[in-house]
């Protein structure tokens, strides 16, 4: 069974892999940084995936509005500097995590 396919076993059976505040903090990282490490870093990618899903951004209506007042608050977090979970994020998957540079400059 792949890493994917667990954590949809376990997602379908109610059970978390991700702490929902890991998926915040996955959230804001893909919303603030994105970039090709997410879509390279094939666990970094699932693990994003599964958080959006967790949260209910992968259906029509409106996701967890309690996430989404943290994932805010992780968002200005990034914005202001590097946050230790960001640091404990990149050791994990073994990346770094920046923005990246707008197109055109």
């Keep these: 069974m792949t890493y994917a396919k667990m954590l949809e076993t ?37 693990d994003s995936m599964h958080a959006a899903k ?4 992968e259906v029509m209506g409106l996701p967890d509005q309690e996430a989404i007042k943290q994932i805010i608050e992780y968002c200005w977090q990034i914005d202001d500097g590097k946050p230790e979970w960001l640091t404990e994020l990149e050791k994990k998957y073994r990346v770094t995590l920046k923005p990246e540079p707008e197109a055109g400059r």
């Design 54 to 57: 967790m949260l209910g951004f």
């Design 10 to 46: 376990a997602r379908q059976a109610g059970i978390n892999v991700i702490s929902k505040d890991r998926a915040c903090q996955l959230m804001a990282c893909v919303f603030r940084l994105g970039g090709e490490a997410f879509v390279l870093n094939e666990r970094l990618y699932v």
